[in-house]
């Protein structure tokens, strides 16, 4: 019987998976949900042809597979910066395999055969998390690119202020007037569009900036690390 939630719903799922029937079977049940699928035979296949995360997404992997397994290119994604979610699926399901996908940031873990609904189900919560991680990783690149723009000055300004240093005390650090730091300052708010310094220092927390404790670990440089 065709589910209500089927032929409404939207969205990307990525199938990797060496056994073929399977692969076939699963792909003909999304699309008759109203899924649009991409079937890859390893986990080198899907490397090759890399997802896009243009769209609301999610990977179905398979756990055991030749070569690459299913939490190898896990960890590969992961390397790569890539915010979609992976479901894995198991015929041979143990426990240490299971915790190490889910801590690893799996949202999901089911054992093969298994049932549509729950299937579905997987698949809409996965592709709806999806949705948030692509909206929060576009307004993190858009403050990356907002704090990319200062020049090398107004970046040493910028971490001296969301300390919590005044002016006065910015231009002693960096060997200079303060009518000079009130202008950088001006510059940076600009620049950052942070009305206050209030969202000045919450835009600093975003991208990890050093001396603030940051939402994702803090990196080499601003931007560089991957949204998870």
């Known amino acids: 019987m065709r589910s209500d939630m089927e032929g409404v719903l939207t ?6 998976d060496d056994d073929a029937s399977f692969r076939t079977a699963i792909e003909r049940r999304l699309k008759y949900a109203g899924y649009e699928v991409a079937t890859y035979a390893s986990a080198l296949h899907l490397l090759e042809q890399l997802p896009s995360e243009a769209v609301p997404s999610c990977i179905l992997l398979d756990v055991q597979m030749p070569g ?10 992961g390397e790569l910066g890539s915010t979609l979610p992976i479901i894995f699926l198991t015929g041979h399901p143990d426990i240490p395999t299971t915790v190490r996908t889910i801590k690893a940031g799996a949202d999901d873990f089911l054992i093969k055969p298994v049932a549509s609904d729950e299937l579905l189900h997987a698949i809409q919560l996965a592709i709806a998390s999806h949705e948030v991680r692509r909206g929060l990783k576009s307004r993190l ?8 723009a200062l020049t090398p000055r107004e970046r040493e300004v910028f971490e001296l202020v969301i300390r919590g240093d005044t002016n006065k005390q910015v231009a002693r650090a960096l060997g200079c007037t303060e009518r000079t730091i009130k202008a950088h300052r001006h510059r940076v708010m600009e620049k950052t569009r942070a009305q206050t310094l209030a969202e000045l220092v919450s835009l600093a927390e975003r991208v990890g900036v050093f001396g603030v ?3 994702t670990p803090p990196k080499a440089s601003f931007c560089s690390s991957a949204y998870g």
């Open 213 to 215: 404790t940051p939402v």
């Open 11 to 16: 969205g990307f799922v990525h199938i990797v």
């Open 141 to 148: 690149d858009m403050v990356c690119a907002r704090v990319s």
């Open 68 to 77: 690459l397994d299913g939490p190898a290119l896990q960890c590969r994604l």
